[in-house]
């Protein structure tokens, strides 16, 4: 695959992600205040950190397409695979606020349970699925480093 197909198709994986997530974050945010469910807006919250993941991803896709120069000779290909582990560590803490929160909903708080945040909760699982499926296949499609564990580094 050359250089122009792989940009196009990296373009293509981010700007699924990104368009996607603004899509559930605006979605949750809405239905959220019309049904006055906290725990909606939490998640359109939440949404959007993914966005924010998404974009980071993105600028560190294009950083890692530069080519080499004095200070980077051998290119800029290890940069998708720190921002990887940017994400993860974002994901991280992300992951661990919402677990604390779960806890606190389930075991320290009483309140009825909200349906209408279960529904969404459904849907954003499959639309996330749906989502996550087509940029893996991308990452595989274009050999990001993020994708197959291992770093751009020259051969021999």
Avoid: W
Avoid at 8 to 15: E, N, S, T
Avoid at 127 to 156: D, F, L, Q, W
């Amino acid at each position: 695959m050359d250089e122009s197909e792989r940009m196009k198709l990296g373009r293509r994986a981010a700007y699924v992600g990104i368009g996607g997530n603004i899509f559930l974050t605006a979605f949750n945010f809405t239905v959220g205040l019309s049904s006055g469910s906290v725990a909606l807006v939490a998640e359109a919250a939440h949404t959007l950190s993914d966005v924010l993941t998404s974009v980071i991803t993105y600028i560190g896709f294009r950083v890692g397409q530069r080519p080499p120069d004095k200070q980077h000779p051998y290119g800029h290909g290890r940069a998708e695979a720190l921002v990887g582990l940017v994400v993860v560590v974002f994901l991280g803490i992300v992951s661990y606020e919402i677990i604390s929160e779960a806890y606190r909903k389930l075991f320290i708080e009483t309140a009825p349970p909200d349906y209408t945040a279960a529904v969404m909760a459904g849907v954003g699982v499959i639309a996330n699925i749906v989502m996550t499926m087509y940029i893996m296949r991308m990452g595989k499609r274009i050999n990001s480093p993020r994708h197959h564990g291992r770093c751009a580094a020259p051969e021999g």
